[in-house]
């Protein structure tokens, strides 16, 4: 070793750039957002009921999952319908009684829920308030009739007077005739049909165009669905099988609106635990 030389442990050892805490939280926070925007867009998302349009199977209340790749995927799989998807990929068309998420004609920038009726191709009636699928009456069974506890998400004000009632226990309650329907692939569902109107119960034959689906709410009175032309904020016309966004799969909370934000034992009382956990 020369006069000149310095031993390497001798020199003095290079400071470490102190990690902001800030960046390293700004970071996870990023990648955080993208694991959930791809699980929310293409796997599993939440949506929650906001209307009585699908009584008795869904309550104003209900949350449930859908999952995304049942239909395939388009534009309106993503938030806000960013189009990042051309058309529609990896496409197959929903089976007649499917309970779908889809983008609300004309706007298609509204969630709603209806069931799959017809799909392309198919002729549908209502004559009486019974559906005529392809010249034939999709059976229509008088079950139990649905009563419906009056709470804040469903009050006496959603409840037309000739329907109300009281339980065995005195609490008021709204009471509609329910009725069982089975289409032919042997789907069997719940409907509620509170009288004749003539509007919705008497209807022309709709012809179901390539690449669209016919939509029908399970609240047969109470439903602007494909048997009305496409109004924004109101019925949806025939839905193109590319604004379906996914199926319902299972409820995972269900609550009657009666809880309170700053009284947390209410989020128990509040809720409707048999909902919870109901598949499709």
Not at 30 to 48: E, G, M, N, Q, W
Request: with cysteine.
């Amino acid at each position: 070793m020369t006069d000149t030389e310095i031993p390497a442990e001798s020199l003095p050892k290079k400071a470490k750039k102190p990690v902001s805490e800030t960046r390293e939280t700004i970071v996870f926070l990023l990648k955080l957002s993208i694991v959930v925007l791809i699980f929310r867009s293409f796997i599993f998302s939440p949506f929650s009921i906001p209307s009585e349009s699908m009584m008795p199977r869904l309550l104003i209340g209900d949350y449930l999952f859908i999952s995304k790749w049942n239909y395939g995927y388009s534009k309106h799989s993503l938030p806000f319908s960013i189009p990042l998807i051309p058309g529609r990929i990896f496409a197959r068309n929903p089976e007649r009684g499917d309970v779908v998420v889809f983008k609300a004609p004309p706007g298609n920038d509204q969630d709603y829920i209806k069931r799959v009726i017809g799909l392309p191709g198919d002729k549908i009636q209502m004559v009486h308030g019974q559906v005529i699928l392809n010249g034939k009456a999709v059976p229509k069974q008088r079950v139990a009739d649905f009563t419906l506890p009056l709470t804040p998400n469903y009050d006496a004000r959603a409840c037309p007077s000739e329907f109300q009632d009281v339980d065995a226990k005195g609490g008021a309650i709204c009471r509609y005739p329910r009725f069982r329907e089975t289409l032919p692939n042997g789907r069997s569902y719940d409907v509620l049909d509170r009288g004749e109107m003539p509007d919705r119960d008497e209807t022309g034959v709709y012809d179901v165009p390539a690449g669209h689906v016919f939509l029908m709410g399970d609240n047969r009175d109470n439903s602007g669905d494909s048997r009305f032309p496409a109004e924004e904020n109101g019925p949806i016309g025939m839905v193109p099988l590319e604004n379906l966004e996914g199926k319902a799969v299972v409820g995972f909370w269900s609550t009657d609106g009666s809880a309170s934000w700053f009284l947390p034992w209410t989020w128990f009382t509040a809720a409707r635990w048999s909902r919870i956990g109901q598949g499709f």
